[in-house]
């Protein structure tokens, strides 16, 4: 008797939005639930990012919406501004201990753990759950100069997978792609395009304004 296989998504937000801008690639998070929940049963999907307060209109916000009602747990938290010694203005929105926190606390409840990062703070957690009898796979790309993915994440993790590989699986189909592209705010001076930004938020992640039936099979249109 084959024991099902538990597994947990961990998304580091504003890596791979990065990864996918590099790439022109973009991801159907729905797609993404459900090919991780074939041959296997997933138990948890979250999704980190960093907000920017006092934002009259943020740009990720419809998306962040979205995934919170359509089977993700998304972990955010504000931003912090800072000088640095060359007095330059910085925002700093960094999300390595929730994710970090998050999988620890649900290892002993999965077999494997999906990490989209290509962050190498996150090789000793990696390293952490495999202690704990935990398979790591990490999803990010080698496809781009310099590679996304930091060579000491890469080499801990129990597996690899370049992000390109799962375009079939977790890629907007390119008739569904907006004619330009939509601009997340990951740093202070991204600013809202408005409504119509709204609009190409909407149909780039497939996000309606209504919350999506989970019963639905069907691809995100």
């Known amino acids: 008797m084959s024991t099902i296989c538990r597994r947990a998504v961990f998304i580091d937000g504003a890596n791979l939005y990065a990864t996918t801008k590099t790439l022109g690639f973009d991801v159907d998070f729905k797609r993404l639930l459900r090919s991780y929940n074939h041959n296997g049963r997933l138990i948890r999907a979250f999704y980190y990012t960093a907000m920017i307060e006092d934002q009259e209109y943020s ?117 569904e792609r907006p004619e330009r592209s939509v601009r997340l705010a990951t740093d202070a001076d991204d600013r809202a395009e408005n409504v119509k930004g709204r609009s190409l938020v909407e149909r780039r992640y497939g996000i309606r304004n209504q919350p999506v039936d989970n019963n639905d099979d069907g691809d995100l249109s």
């Open 59 to 175: 740009s990720i916000r419809p998306l962040v919406d979205w995934l919170d009602y359509n089977g993700y747990r998304v972990v955010t938290k504000p931003t912090k501004e800072f000088i640095d010694s060359s007095g330059r203005r910085k925002v700093k929105g960094n999300m390595d201990i929730e994710l970090a926190i998050d999988a620890l606390e649900l290892a002993p409840h999965i077999d494997e753990m999906i990490l989209f990062s290509g962050d190498g703070d996150f090789r000793s957690l990696v390293e952490a759950m495999q202690r704990r009898g935990v398979r790591v796979i990490v999803v990010s790309t080698i496809q781009t100069q310099p590679p996304m993915i930091a060579d000491e994440l890469r080499r801990q993790a129990d597996e690899f997978v370049d992000i390109t590989q799962l375009a079939p699986l977790i890629g907007r189909e390119h008739s």
